[in-house]
């Protein structure tokens, strides 16, 4: 039977079975993809349940030693990428054999050399990865063969022996990214970046780095979701630090797949801090070309006492006509949490 029959087979089927039990189809309860779409070079899980619900007829039968088999039908636009995973099965499986049918899907068939009790059954895991696009959406099947047992057993789910799940690949990103900007606004980096697409998007992630190498998360954007419209989006990054900021997006679609952007920077200069007079006697002036870049002053005397804290009120001036002659310490702390020093000496 070719691949591209199944779905309207599958759909009589399901149309009698409905009929002749009065329940709905279970559908794809016993066959599922971790992701419904894949990029190309993605990788995902399906998870296929075999097993013997003949437990649920009054009839029903243990399944003998190579009494069924499983076939899996996987669509020509996945892979495999690793062996199969049979830990989740409470029973012995072998596969039997793994080829490629007419229309290029991979056919897997199972067999259980020792046999399924009634109403046993299990999931075998199969990983994959996005092979090639089509975005039409295809199905993976499982199929239990006739077996001996009579009546036939092997049934995963209850008037259900063949089963499918749906499944795209794509090699849409889930954005089209047209421009990506870093700018320097005062002590702040303001980001914008603008797209013209956006398909089954989710968010925005920018993420921060001082070497370009190693990643923080720096700030979160939602985005609007589908679109075929320009949309614009602006983040403004508070917490840089002197000399390189690098920044890139981070693209994050509802299915958890995601891309990054190209990676942009700025660079901030070192902030010049000087203090005077030194030796000083009464008002110490503090000057700097970032003052806005200074969150905290303090200062503290050789064995470490802290003679003032400025808090969050930051001042340019200090006034040390009450402190005792002798050397201090100026600790001034960055918007970026780095501290610079400077020696003074109060005499008088």
Aim: aromatic share 8%.
């Amino acid at each position: 039977m070719k691949f591209k029959l199944i779905i309207p087979l599958l759909c009589l089927y399901t149309l009698l079975t409905s009929q002749l039990y009065g329940q709905a189809d279970p559908g794809s309860a016993g066959i599922t993809f971790s992701k419904s779409i894949i990029p190309i070079g993605g990788t995902a899980v399906l998870q296929v349940q075999i097993g013997n619900y003949s437990a649920g007829l009054a009839m029903g039968t243990a399944l003998a030693a190579y009494d069924a088999t499983f076939t899996i039908t996987i669509p020509s636009v996945l892979k495999l990428n690793g062996p199969l995973n049979f830990s989740d099965l409470p029973f012995s499986v072998s596969m039997a054999s793994q080829m490629t049918n007419s229309v290029s899907s991979t056919v897997i068939i199972l067999v259980v050399p020792n046999g399924i009790p009634k109403g046993v059954s299990g999931f075998v895991s199969i990983p994959l990865i996005g092979y090639k696009e089509d975005i039409s959406i295809l199905y993976a099947t499982v199929r239990t063969d006739a077996n001996l047992s009579n009546p036939p057993s092997g049934n995963a789910i209850p008037n259900n022996d063949l089963q499918s799940a749906p499944v795209m690949v794509s090699s849409a990103l889930p954005v089209k990214l047209v421009s990506f900007n870093a700018e320097k606004e005062n002590t702040f980096t303001n980001l914008s970046w603008t797209t013209s697409k956006e398909i089954n998007s989710d968010r925005f992630e920018i993420e921060h780095s001082v070497n370009g190498k190693n990643w923080i998360l720096a700030g979160t954007v939602n985005s609007n979701g589908d679109s075929k419209i320009k949309n614009e989006y602006h983040f403004l990054h508070k917490n840089t630090v002197e000399g390189n900021n690098y920044y890139r997006l981070k693209m994050i679609d509802k299915n958890l797949t995601y891309t990054f952007s190209a990676i942009r920077s700025v660079q901030f200069e070192e902030i010049s801090l000087n203090v005077y007079p030194n030796p000083v006697s009464d008002i110490l002036t503090i000057n700097t070309t970032m003052w806005e870049r200074i969150s905290n002053i303090q200062l503290v005397d050789m064995k470490g006492v802290l003679v003032y804290n400025s808090g969050n009120n930051t001042l340019k001036t200090i006034s040390v006509g009450n402190l005792i002659e002798g050397m201090y310490l100026v600790k001034m702390t960055k918007s970026d949490g780095s501290i610079s020093t400077r020696k003074i000496l109060v005499s008088r």
